[in-house]
């Protein structure tokens, strides 16, 4: 069975030495420990959780929702509750997205308004300070 390294799998997933020891901290993996510097080793299934976690990531989910489905995918039990679940908070994650999206939009229309109100009382005073220039030039 293969085994990797803490700089391997740093180097592998474009990572930090800190985010995957972070990563252990947090029960997410759990590398053994090898020799009387207690190196640490993590094997194939420690890479494979370390991908899913970062996968998880990608989907913005929390650290507690990448475990628990991480954890599940490791019991032998019902894959049908595991993919039930893992709908479940895939919608949950689909549904603040979408809210966050319709937030966005929101501000930016908002930004987009203030720029053209401003940008418009910015032509109108350039309008009157070039009359009143004018006026000064006449005689």
């Known amino acids: 069975m293969p085994t990797y390294t803490i700089a391997e799998l740093?180097?592998?997933f474009d990572l930090t030495l800190r985010?995957?020891?972070f990563y252990e901290d947090q029960g997410l993996?759990?590398?053994q420990r090898e020799g009387s510097a207690r190196t640490r080793v993590y094997t194939a299934r420690e890479r494979t959780r370390l991908k899913l976690t970062l996968r998880g990531k990608r989907l913005g989910l929390?650290?507690?929702?990448?475990k628990e489905?991480?954890?599940m995918y490791?019991?032998?039990k019902d894959t049908q509750a595991q993919m039930e679940r893992f709908l479940e908070v895939l919608a949950q994650q689909r549904q603040k997205m979408e809210q966050?999206?319709?937030?966005i939009e929101g501000a930016l229309a908002e930004i987009i308004a203030q720029q053209d109100e401003?940008?418009?009382l910015l032509a109108q005073q350039q309008r009157k300070a070039g009359k009143d220039a004018g006026k000064r030039l006449e005689p």
Request: glycine share 0%; aromatic share 0%.
């Open 74 to 76: 490791e019991s032998p």
């Open 62 to 66: 929390t650290l507690s929702e990448i």
């Open 69 to 71: 489905l991480v954890d």
């Open 100 to 103: 966050q999206r319709e937030d």
């Open 118 to 120: 401003c940008r418009r």
């Open 19 to 21: 985010a995957i020891r």
């Open 10 to 12: 740093a180097r592998e």
């Open 29 to 31: 993996i759990s590398p």
